[in-house]
């Protein structure tokens, strides 16, 4: 049974050597952070059935896969995630209404290949941890291999089998505080290809782990096919995600301070 802060000497999951394991988050703890700084407490919630929120104060951790040195070596790529997602996500991204009504996020000046990386880095790190809050990402070992490969050079690589299409919630959605309660990743077919969706706050990635590339329109907006990077909006109250993270915390203990804090319960 695992305790907490108990310290493992185990194989490093990246690495290969026998060390003593340290405290690594899979998600950067920022992006909890960010909901706590806001006095407050980050929910843990699945999409699961019958799963109750839980308070996660700094966020979801796992001291059974990385050592030191190979933790450090994820801190720049989540410094990275980290500023283009979060601390300057609103001076990077600028919104464009179409015609027709829809918007778009159009950001120039990001390293998508850095960017790319982190992603890369969370989705190997979510797939070998032991927290049941991770238990739905489950990538081959083939695509493990390549993306620790990839981690452990300084090179630009071709990153195939690996590609994110981002989303974004609209900011002026009167519901949009409660989606900065993360839900659990989940694998889904998006348009014939496997992926994973993982959420970053108000971004939400689409992690593919397929040797398969993008179909249009998808090709087009993934990270690396252009200068830009193109991010589709989407309505945070009219979403799934909101109907679950609702009916969820509805249904536990947590209910009536959470939904008084962040919407009317009709």
């Known amino acids: 049974m695992k305790s907490e802060g108990k310290i493992y000497v185990q194989v490093c999951k990246l690495c290969g050597e026998t060390k003593p394991l340290v405290k690594s988050h899979i998600i950067p703890e920022a992006f909890w952070r960010e909901v706590r700084n806001k006095n407050e407490i980050p929910l843990l919630i699945s999409s699961g059935q019958n799963q109750i929120p839980k308070k996660a104060p700094i966020g979801v951790y796992d001291n059974t896969i990385l050592c030191a040195a190979c933790e450090v070596s994820f801190g720049k790529l989540d410094d990275y995630g980290i500023k283009v997602l ?3 996500s609103d001076e990077l991204f600028q919104p464009i209404r179409n015609e027709d009504g829809s918007v778009v996020y159009v950001a120039k000046e990001i390293d998508q290949q850095v960017l790319l990386k982190f992603f890369v880095s969370v989705i190997l790190r979510a797939s070998i941890s032991v927290q049941p809050f991770y238990k739905r990402i489950n990538i081959e070992s083939s695509h493990k291999e390549i993306a620790k490969k990839l981690l452990r050079s300084d090179d630009e690589m071709d990153l195939k089998p690996f590609g994110v299409v981002l989303s ?13 309660n993360l839900m659990d990743p989940f694998q889904e ?3 014939g290809v496997n ?3 993982v959420y970053f706050g108000k971004f939400t990635a689409h992690i593919k782990v397929d040797d398969r590339d993008f179909p249009y329109p998808l090709n087009e907006c993934a990270l690396g096919s252009n200068s830009l990077v193109v991010v589709a909006a989407r309505n945070f109250s009219e979403s799934r995600e909101f109907e679950v993270m609702r009916d969820t915390v509805r249904k536990s203990n947590l209910n009536v301070k959470t939904l008084r804090r962040h919407f ?3």
Do not use: A, G, H, M
């Open 189 to 191: 077919n998006l348009q």
């Open 195 to 197: 992926t994973y969706r």
């Open 168 to 180: 974004r919630w609209q900011s002026e959605d009167k519901n949009i505080n409660l989606s900065k």
């Open 86 to 88: 979060l601390r300057k």
């Open 264 to 266: 009317s319960v009709r």
